[in-house]
């Protein structure tokens, strides 16, 4: 086969001018089938950034960050110049949204040489909705997803094609990109006679999947079977609730999976980015990043086999406060494997003695009783200053303590709260080997914890959110200042120990080890239920572990995980009765509301027309007003006539007159 010569602008963007792995591997395997590279870096770029881009190609510049990847694209040619484009066979546009090859690239690039087409991509959408209104009916025609163009020399030698680019406006919006450049770009060169197609063509086999965007909705099927060589990166960084509303939500974590399982890619590079540039929260819901763990026997084992677990060191650590919860968090602790250390700190020397007594049963490798010189900072300060210290030296460490939740009137609820947080983290030995095996199993796995707790009063506000106290988000972005910790922070959602009860990696809460605590740093009693540096520690756990590149995620017992599932369902159908509720009540609001702009309507109109008659009335007023006074005046020139002589001098003759007709009336009534 003939060789083609092929040249690729890139375009890539970072807000921080980070370059990671993922790119500079995605960048290695497109040289292998390209002549020469050109990166359009949109805004920012490091200087580590840019000697890695020099590494692979000389042609780097800095392009101002506007007009989004479009306008990086026509910066890219302008860089080349229109002249020089056609010493070119073929000229490909990507940029930096996509993980991948998992497959090389050669392969594709021969398919479709044979082809003979004037331009193609990867994949393609259907008729998508046009957010600007641009379109004629407001639908764009099927087109090529523009992470990836390749354009045949026919085609961008001619003058439309530099007219194209020199005609595209401002874009100044993600919708504006999206209408005058990736929804127009395949109908603009289409209607000019150019012919297209794309390497993953589902219009036949799966021609049903045409109108939806097929790689983010089901990237799984199409690296599979069809040897799709990317994913897209917002297939990790969308929301969730969209992503269900069209599949059944697996398909991202499924191909992940099947990346990194039957691929020769690194998954590593992709959870490198993500965990440095997304939201943790959505990274974990399309991910699924859950663990329901036996509680009976250990996964993968027929017998006790605990494999290199003897060999980690672990620790137990516990803050106890009050008397009668020690016997119970210590049937929890026993939990633990014996290689552990336990670690127990003590509001005084009576607790001690009673922890003492509570704990002699425990089998562990050391038991160390810590008496605090006070409980300012509570269960928060015995972590990270009575027992940060001990930290350094072990690969896991769990942390539980006694809780009661006494602000809850109900006492069921509050300990309802104390058994779902103890029952998922320290639920039987069997249960603690296979969370140990699941961190020895994902090294980028930074905490454990179970999900937010959702009975009782916590049914009403989501804990996994920052409510119910708003002053929970200002804590914790003025924490993560503190500790300067620089990860995606949102106020739309998080994830978080709420209960503070977890295992973690102490590498990954290496920012909050390294800070010089002190009982001075935390509030004084009575603390309040919510809004303080203890419940903004609850919420920056995790957001500490990403910043060290590991993620958090939910664990739970089978068992509990039963429970769960009832609840959740029951928590969805109570919500989806409210729902209803109210949106009848809102269908008779309007309709009152209707009734209400009727009533309004007509007494307006009333309004009117009294105003109407009020007007009528007031020139009638008017009217008679001039009648009195012209009456009045023709009384005074008739009483004036009277007294005249020439009105004397006529009297026989009125009289006369008036007889007359007085006799006239008579003959008239005898006739």
């Known amino acids: 086969m003939k060789s083609v010569n092929r040249l690729a602008i890139f375009v890539f963007y970072d807000k921080d001018g980070i370059v990671d792995r993922y790119v500079t591997y995605l960048l290695e395997e497109l040289l292998k089938v390209i002549s020469r590279l050109i990166i359009v870096c949109n805004g920012k770029l490091t200087a580590t950034g840019r ?6 190609t000389k042609d780097v510049f800095a392009s101002e960050n506007k007009g989004f990847y479009a306008l990086g694209f026509k910066a890219g040619l302008e860089y080349l110049g229109w002249d020089n484009l056609g010493q070119y066979d073929e000229l490909i546009l990507m940029n930096d949204t ?10 594709m690039f021969d398919a479709m040489d044979i082809e003979n087409l004037d331009f193609w991509g990867i994949t393609k959408y259907g008729e998508p909705p046009d957010p600007c209104g641009t379109a004629q009916d407001g639908v764009f025609q099927e087109h090529i997803q523009s992470y990836f163009y390749a354009i045949g020399k026919k085609m961008f ?5 530099s007219q194209y680019w020199d005609n595209l406006p401002a874009l100044g919006t993600w919708e504006e990109s999206e209408s005058f450049h990736e929804l127009n770009f395949t109908k603009y060169f289409s209607d000019r006679g150019f012919s297209w197609d794309v390497y993953i063509n589902l219009d036949n086999e799966l021609k049903e999947y045409r109108n939806i965007k097929s790689l983010e909705i089901m990237p799984f099927e199409l690296i599979k079977k069809y040897k799709c060589p990317i994913i897209k990166r917002i297939n990790l960084s969308t929301e969730y609730l969209p992503v269900i509303k069209s599949s059944i939500g697996d398909d991202t974590k499924k191909a992940i999976d099947y990346i990194k399982e039957n691929t020769n890619y690194d998954a590593d590079l992709i959870w490198e980015n993500i965990l440095r540039t997304m939201e943790l929260r959505n990274i974990k819901d399309n991910l699924h990043l859950n663990y329901m763990l036996p509680q009976n026997y250990i996964l993968g084992n027929t017998g006790n086999n605990t494999g290199n677990i003897d060999e980690l060191k672990i620790a137990l650590f516990i803050h106890l ?7 119970f968090c210590a049937n929890y602790a026993g939990s633990i494997v014996e290689n552990a250390d336990v670690y127990i700190t003590a509001p005084s020397e009576q607790m001690k003695n009673v ?20 409980n300012r900072g509570r269960d928060v300060s015995a972590l990270w200053v009575a027992l940060k ?3 350094a030296d072990y690969d896991y460490v769990c942390f539980i303590h006694d809780k009661k939740s006494s602000q809850i009137e109900l006492l069921t609820i509050g300990c309802g709260f104390a058994y779902r947080c103890l029952e998922n983290t320290l639920g039987s030995k069997e249960y603690v080997i296979n969370i140990l095996n699941v961190f020895q199993n994902n090294p ?11 009975h009782g009063p916590f049914i009403d506000h989501s804990p996994n959110k920052w409510l119910p106290n708003e002053k929970n988000y200002r804590n914790t972005v003025e924490l993560a200042r503190k500790l300067n910790i620089d990860v995606p922070m949102h106020e739309n959602g998080l994830v978080c120990p709420i209960g503070a009860m977890f295992w973690f990696r102490p590498k990954a809460l290496k920012k909050i080890i390294d800070h010089d605590w002190k009982y001075e740093d935390f509030p004084m009693e009575p603390l309040p239920v919510d809004g303080t540096l203890n419940h903004a520690f609850e919420r920056i756990y995790c957001f500490a572990a990403q910043s060290e590149g590991y993620y958090s995620a939910w664990v739970m017992t089978d068992s509990f995980t039963s429970i769960e599932i009832t609840s959740l369902n029951n928590l969805l159908l109570h919500k989806s009765l409210e729902q209803s509720r109210l949106q009848t009540e809102l269908c008779q609001h309007i309709g009152v509301f209707q009734q209400n702009a009727e009533l309004s309507k007509r007494n307006i109109e009333i309004t009117m027309q009294n105003e109407c008659l009020s007007k009528r009335n007031i020139e009638l007023s008017q009217q008679n007003s001039l009648l009195n006074a012209e009456l009045i005046h023709k009384n005074n020139e008739y009483e004036g006539l009277k007294n005249s ?21 008579i003959k008239q009534g005898l006739s």
């Not at 922890?355 to 006070?374: D, M």
């Not at 980028?444 to 959702?454: E, H, N």
């Not at 002589?645 to 009336?665: C, D, F, G, N």
């Open 389 to 391: 210290p001990y930290m």
């Open 51 to 56: 000697s890695a881009f020099n590494k692979l």
């Open 157 to 161: 030698s001619c003058l439309e094609f």
């Open 355 to 374: 922890i003492l007594e509570c704990f002699k049963e425990i089998r562990c490798n050391e038991l160390k009783i810590i008496v605090l010189p006070e």
């Open 444 to 454: 980028r796995l930074g905490m454990l914890f179970p999900p937010p707790v959702i």
């Open 645 to 665: 002589r020439s009105w004397k001098i006529t009297a026989p003759l009125r009289k006369v007159t008036s007889l007359s007709r007085k006799l006239r009336r």
């Open 321 to 327: 406060y009050y008397e009668d919860q020690a016997e």
């Open 98 to 107: 996509v993980y991948g090859p998992f497959y090389p690239f050669k392969p």
